[in-house]
């Protein structure tokens, strides 16, 4: 059993360079500084609506889907050791979520298990299991069934105090299912909003399911002008789903609402068909280099991102006056918000972060260095 790998194998150069997109996009996000002076387009909406960033976190689960189908695409689902692989897989993104989420206090009565990579093990997961097992129109069932299912219970279910239907950040019934079956073990427990909770996971898993469904379509028979073009038609056709549905169901990421997986699949399908159409048709890859070196090491990039976040939240370091202050709070109005203040100087401290993670992979990239997570 290896997590290092020495060949990347027979790999697709867009999906890396769109996973890459992908991983840089939530690292410049979840990166940024202590400041209300962000950029609009790299802060997630409040509540209800959707910016840029709403879109980057579906972009990689999309993915996730279409990697699955390349990475199983030999397996015939009988062999136990494909079912060892996906599971165990699974169970170390949640291993590294619980650690890194709940790092440096390890309470196990607190302990979160949800986050970020537990989100995308779960979505990996079900995905996985569902490409091996069903047909695509079957998959296509599923994933109008989870988005019936999770539109009903948004609407139905009776939240103790509020009553049914209510999509406040504060009496939704994704937020009452989570206090309910997590507990204390989910950030809605302690007044936060929980972005990858029972309800959103469920959701999410429509997302990565037609992230199988476009893997399963590139690689099919028909020319690749043929199958860039179905992708650009699918997109635009979810997009137009997603904006008809937010009139009755809000786009809402905390949620993930089906107007919100419809319009974020629709995005994604699109940003693939444009790299498509940019470094396969048109043959321009070389600009994309430094996108499929982030997404061949997409989760150690996201990993190493994290750890270095949670060190510079919790070091704490002599302030101007004296007292002590976090490190990432020194180090950005120390330097970036005084050389460059407001938002230019927040995004180049997400920037920072990025090349300093980015630069790590690169050397691994040189090496011949791929970590499977």
């Given amino acids: 059993m290896s997590f290092v790998s020495r060949s990347l194998g027979h790999r697709d150069y867009v999906v890396d360079a769109v996973r890459g997109l992908a991983i840089a996009g939530m690292v410049l ?36 889907g279409i990697s699955i189908t390349f990475s199983l695409r030999a397996e015939a689902g009988q062999d136990w050791l494909t079912y060892w692989r996906i599971l165990r897989r699974a169970v170390v993104l949640i291993a590294i ?34 490409y091996l097992h069903t047909t695509r129109r079957t998959q296509v069932a ?13 609407s139905l279910l009776e939240v103790p105090g509020v009553g049914a239907g209510n999509l406040t950040s504060a009496g939704n019934a ?74 009755v169901l809000p786009i809402n990421k905390a949620l993930w609402t089906g107007s919100y997986a419809a319009l974020t699949a629709g995005i994604s399908l699109q940003i693939l068909a444009a790299g498509y159409w940019i470094m396969e048709l048109r043959g321009s890859k070389s600009w994309a280099k430094p996108l499929q070196i982030a997404g061949v090491n997409a989760l150690a990039l996201y990993v190493l991102s994290q750890g270095i976040q949670r060190i510079l939240v919790y070091v704490r370091v002599p302030g101007e006056d004296g007292a002590p202050v976090r490190l990432r709070q020194a180090l950005y109005e120390g330097w970036f918000n005084r050389w460059l203040p407001g938002e230019p100087g927040a995004l180049m401290y997400a920037l920072v972060l990025l090349l300093v993670c980015f630069s790590v992979l690169a050397v691994l990239y040189r090496r011949r260095i791929f970590i499977k997570l």
């Fill in 29 to 64: 996000v979840n990166g940024a500084p202590p400041t209300d002076s962000i950029y609009a387009p790299l802060v997630h909406a409040q509540w209800h609506g959707w910016t840029l960033a709403d879109t980057i976190f579906p972009l990689f689960l999309f993915i996730v």
């Fill in 97 to 130: 979520s619980v650690v890194l989420v709940n790092f440096p206090y390890y309470e196990l009565p607190r302990l979160l298990w949800t986050g970020v990579l537990t989100h995308i093990a779960l979505c990996y997961l079900a995905a996985a299991l569902l």
């Fill in 142 to 154: 599923w994933i109008a069934g989870i988005w019936l299912a999770h539109w009903t219970l948004l």
């Fill in 174 to 247: 994704s937020r009452y299912l989570d206090q309910l079956l997590l507990g204390a073990h989910s950030r809605s427990y302690y007044d936060e909003i929980e972005a990858s909770g029972v309800l959103a996971v469920l959701s999410s898993i429509s997302t990565t399911l037609i992230g199988v469904l476009a893997g399963a379509w590139l690689q099919g028979k028909t020319d690749l002008a043929a199958r860039i073009a179905a992708l650009f038609t699918a997109g635009f056709a979810l997009l137009l789903l997603g904006e008809a549905w937010s009139l």
